[in-house]
């Protein structure tokens, strides 16, 4: 079902989409703009889903048991150590 709706259009956007459509890429204005809105969809879905991830992820950050600046720094080291004699390299 389509519905009609007036647009405004700066004359850059105008002069794009005209572009498209007069190059044969899309079959009208309505096209262009509908596969536009798509998009933005699209991408606002995705970052609907990214950011519900990450604030799951924090949330499960939050409920683990945390880990002292100083314990942090004995991994950190202990990691570099390790990759060092992995690679064969010295102090």
Known sequence: M???SSISLTEQQDAFARSLV???RY???S???QQGLELLRQK???EAAETA???ELVEQRLKAP???AGEMEARVAAMIERKRLALGVDR
């Open 27 to 29: 079959s009208s204005m």
């Open 2 to 4: 389509s519905i009609k």
């Open 53 to 55: 991830a990450l604030r």
């Open 66 to 68: 945390s880990v002292s």
């Open 44 to 46: 606002t879905e995705i």
């Open 22 to 24: 007069e190059s044969g």
């Open 31 to 33: 096209s262009v703009l």
